[in-house]
């Protein structure tokens, strides 16, 4: 059972609390919030001093962190455990990590891993949690040397006493700690006293990985398993009409066929018996409604942001003949494409439900597990694993109610395996989009006027006038200071399903918006950094990005040099990124460092911006691209305090990795109601071969720490449509941009 040790003054500071409040009411109140704390709440955990949910000391010095949240490839099972290592003053060789469990066990709290929140959102309740096993461990130990608190001192995972250098390590001292109280408010360190965080500590999976003993939801294996594909609709819409599963059971292996929400699955001793079994299976499907295709939504988004829309922001006086720069924009659908296809195992039994996911939502699966087992929450338990990447794909909950369906029918545990064309056309998608924006920039080259319209597909109709705020991020925040600013948005219906995607709306809404900057830019005559600095008076922290990716890829220099470069910059997720590109031609050197711009050629009128007018842009065809190739992407980012630069690092280049792959090759193709591509060689990934030389920077601060995990995808779609324009004078308005070289 959990035990929370509650002090004289902290029950008198419950009951001041509720000195407010009439009654006993009040004080309950207040003692609910002191328990809420899980930094400092006891949990029992068998031979273990556990102060808190987050982690625990055992007698040979171990100390395990219990990990919330989930491990994508993020770092967060190296970086979160830091946070503890390092207020608790641990070895850091004594740090091992465990997947905390979603279910009635312990409360964690939040498990929920999205939005690039998990170092900001644990940042102090981890520190905490360290701090408060530090104190009593601190306290435990001085009594065992015979001495006062405030003569002793904690180090790599001992006390000792700092006149006569006695120690004791913190095993020794493990079960006397777990009888101290807990301090309510422990002192935390200032950042000028950290000894790990901030440091490049090597990732503590990176062992498990490289020798493939790290689990991940494939990985699931439990005693008497069984294996499940699910035979899904050719459209959109399609359900099952019936379905005989004679051929499917002859299959050797195969030994049920059920049927489930989303289709009918085949049960099988192995996952290749399943697949054969599936394709002997015979199923009839409704028609789909409509048809849809990408083509007809495509006009239909168009024609919405030619439209007035609903208005989500006015500022000044604004008419349609305050503009004189006048562009649109599109996107299309595109997938997560992750490594490991969506999979998931579930047992049903004994009244019990018992989930093995790599999710980002475990209380979300665990909803839906009681969901469709009838089962109390609390007779529901979600096993997190690693996740071959989730880009917000698996936030959604689809493939754990798969499992859970299937397992309602089968007496043993049963994992379900989504094959790689099942998850690419059966999968939610980042909704495409169609932008129109205009702006007028006066005769001193100041932007004066601003609209932006939105067109996004929606799954059913808003009332009159009511505005998708969501589908606005990036644009109802953008950095940029314009006098007279107006944004509307326009929804189209849409019967494809869509979902978050990594960097979720500022990936499409940066793109028309920084791509934009630059034609406005280009009308003004002024150079497009320095368009940018005038209007990000109030941003210090994205100017202070904007002005060191200039130094870094000597911005100031390129036309001399005869380089293409193009720039984009976001703010997103409590957290500043700016980007440059440089592309070169296919046949260029990626060896070519930039110049100080003395020893360059100097460049033609067709690559200098300030000799051309806005009239002469041209959309570029997708087809002009292949002619060049990303060289370098200089990436300068502020996310507050950095507690690993290796992992931030590694996080920001996967960004641009992933984004570029988006910018170059994505586009879900919906044709006659159903996706038409199916794997990597309908929808491929950024290769080795054609991945830039990245050079990333991080600005020092000791800001809270904020979100990186999706910093880096939005912008670099603009920088590289940027780029494109510098060498070839030509606009790039669409993506991907290498659609055509796909044929």
């Known amino acids: 059972m959990s035990v929370f040790k509650i002090t004289r003054r902290q029950l008198l500071i419950g009951a001041a609390g509720a000195a407010a409040v009439a009654g006993s009411g009040?004080?309950?109140?207040?003692?609910?919030?002191?328990?809420?704390?899980?930094?400092?709440?006891?949990?029992?955990?068998p031979d273990a001093f556990s102060p808190s949910?987050?982690?625990?000391?055992?007698?040979?010095?171990?100390?395990?962190?219990?990990?919330?949240?989930?491990?994508?490839?993020?770092?967060?099972?190296?970086?979160?455990?830091?946070?503890?290592?390092?207020?608790?003053?641990?070895?850091?060789?004594?740090?091992?990590?465990?997947?905390?469990?979603?279910?009635?066990?312990?409360?964690?709290g939040s498990q929920r891993t999205m939005g690039s929140g998990s170092t900001s959102s644990m940042w102090t309740e981890l520190r905490r949690a360290g701090a408060v096993a530090r104190e009593m461990l601190l306290k435990a130990g001085a009594d065992h040397l015979d001495a006062s608190a405030a003569e002793c001192v904690t180090s790599e995972?001992?006390?000792?006493?700092?006149?006569?250098?006695?120690?004791?390590?913190?095993?020794?001292?493990?079960?006397?700690?777990?009888?101290?109280?807990?301090?309510?408010?422990p002192d935390l360190k200032r950042p000028d006293q950290f000894v790990l965080l901030g440091t490049p500590k090597p990732r503590l999976d990176l062992g498990e990985k490289v020798t493939g003993k790290a689990v991940f939801g494939l990985d699931v294996r439990v005693p008497d398993q069984r294996f499940a594909v699910i035979a899904r609709p050719p459209r959109i819409g399609s359900s099952v009409i019936s379905?005989?599963?004679?051929?499917?059971?002859?299959?050797?292996?195969?030994?049920?066929?059920?049927?489930?929400?989303?289709?009918?699955?085949?049960?099988?001793?192995?996952?290749h018996a399943a697949l054969l079994g599936r394709q002997a299976l015979h199923v009839d499907w409704?028609?789909?409604?409509?048809?849809?295709?990408?083509?007809?939504?495509?006009?239909?988004?168009?024609?919405?942001?030619?439209?007035?829309?609903?208005?989500?922001?006015?500022?000044?006086?604004?008419?349609?003949?305050?503009?004189?720069?006048?562009?649109?924009?599109?996107?299309?659908?595109?997938?997560?494409?992750?490594?490991?296809?969506?999979?998931?195992?579930?047992?049903?039994?004994?009244?019990?439900?018992?989930?093995?996911?790599?999710t980002q939502d475990p209380e979300g699966a665990r909803l839906i597990g009681a969901e469709v087992t009838a089962f109390?929450?609390?007779?529901?338990?979600?096993?997190?694993?690693?996740?071959?990447?989730?880009?917000?794909?698996?936030?959604?909950?689809?493939?754990?109610?798969?499992?859970?369906?299937?397992?309602?029918?089968?007496?043993?545990?049963?994992?379900?395996?989504?094959?790689?064309?099942?998850?690419?056309?059966?999968?939610?998608?980042r909704p495409a989009s169609a932008h129109h924006l205009r702006g007028k920039v006066d005769s001193q080259g100041a932007l004066t006027a601003w609209l932006h319209r939105v067109a996004t597909p929606v799954p059913a109709a808003l009332p009159a006038g009511e505005v998708s705020s969501g589908a606005l991020r990036g644009i109802l925040d953008a950095p940029y200071a314009v006098a007279r600013h107006r944004v509307e948005w326009n929804g189209v219906?849409?019967?494809?399903?869509?979902?978050?995607?990594?960097?979720?709306?500022?990936?499409?809404?940066?793109?028309?918006?920084?791509?934009?900057?630059?034609?406005l830019a280009t009308s003004a005559r002024q150079d497009p950094i320095d368009f940018r600095l005038k209007l990000l008076g109030g941003q210090p922290r994205l100017a202070s990005c904007l002005e060191r990716v200039a130094e870094l890829s000597q911005w100031a220099h390129a036309k001399e040099a005869g380089r293409h470069l193009g720039v984009a910059c976001c703010a997103c997720f409590g957290s500043f990124v700016a980007q440059v590109v440089e592309v070169a031609t296919a046949n260029a050197s990626r060896d070519v460092e930039p110049t100080d711009g003395k020893s360059g050629e100097s460049a033609d009128?067709?690559?200098?911006?300030?000799?051309?007018?806005?009239?002469?842009?041209?959309?570029?065809?997708?087809?002009?691209?292949?002619?060049?190739?990303?060289?370098?992407?200089?990436?300068?980012?502020?996310?507050?305090?950095?507690?690993?630069?290796?992992?931030?690092?590694?996080?920001?280049?996967?960004?641009?990795?992933?984004?570029?792959?988006?910018?170059t090759y994505g586009r879900i193709s919906i044709r006659d109601g159903a996706v038409a591509e199916g794997n990597f060689d309908s929808y491929p990934l950024l290769r080795v071969h054609e991945a830039p030389d990245i050079h990333v920077d991080l600005i020092e601060s000791d800001s809270h720490p904020s979100g990186v995990g999706e910093l880096a995808v939005p912008a670099i779609a603009p920088a590289l449509a940027n780029a494109l324009f510098a060498a070839t004078r030509q606009r790039q308005r669409s993506l991907p941009t290498a659609l055509e070289s796909l044929g």
């Open 605 to 663: 009128s067709a690559t200098d911006t300030s000799k051309r007018p806005a009239e002469s842009d041209a959309l570029m065809p997708n087809a002009a691209s292949k002619d060049w190739r990303v060289t370098k992407v200089w990436c300068v980012a502020d996310c507050g305090f950095v507690v690993n630069p290796n992992i931030v690092a590694a996080q920001l280049e996967g960004g641009i990795v992933f984004g570029m792959t988006a910018a």
């Open 376 to 429: 109390a929450p609390n007779r529901v338990t979600v096993h997190k694993t690693h996740l071959g990447g989730g880009f917000g794909r698996r936030a959604g909950h689809d493939f754990v109610r798969d499992a859970v369906e299937v397992a309602m029918q089968v007496p043993q545990p049963v994992q379900v395996v989504w094959s790689r064309e099942d998850d690419m056309r059966h999968s939610a998608y």
């Open 493 to 519: 219906l849409s019967s494809v399903p869509m979902t978050i995607w990594r960097s979720i709306e500022y990936s499409y809404n940066v793109f028309a918006m920084e791509s934009f900057l630059d034609e």
């Open 26 to 45: 009040g004080l309950w109140l207040g003692m609910r919030k002191l328990r809420g704390l899980r930094y400092r709440r006891s949990v029992d955990r």
């Open 157 to 185: 995972g001992f006390v000792q006493h700092s006149a006569s250098g006695r120690r004791v390590a913190y095993g020794e001292i493990a079960e006397r700690a777990q009888r101290r109280w807990a301090p309510v408010r």
């Open 243 to 271: 379905f005989d599963p004679a051929a499917a059971l002859a299959v050797a292996g195969v030994e049920r066929v059920v049927q489930v929400s989303s289709g009918v699955a085949v049960v099988a001793a192995t996952t």
């Open 53 to 108: 949910a987050f982690l625990s000391v055992t007698s040979d010095g171990k100390v395990t962190v219990w990990l919330t949240k989930s491990e994508m490839g993020q770092g967060v099972s190296t970086t979160l455990p830091m946070m503890i290592a390092e207020e608790l003053d641990a070895a850091w060789e004594s740090i091992r990590v465990e997947f905390a469990l979603c279910g009635a066990q312990v409360d964690y």
């Open 286 to 358: 409704t028609s789909a409604t409509g048809g849809e295709s990408t083509e007809a939504l495509g006009q239909q988004l168009r024609e919405a942001a030619d439209q007035p829309g609903g208005v989500a922001k006015a500022s000044g006086d604004w008419t349609s003949e305050d503009a004189d720069v006048v562009a649109t924009y599109e996107l299309p659908f595109v997938a997560h494409a992750t490594m490991e296809p969506m999979n998931c195992t579930a047992h049903v039994h004994d009244g019990l439900c018992e989930i093995w996911a790599p």
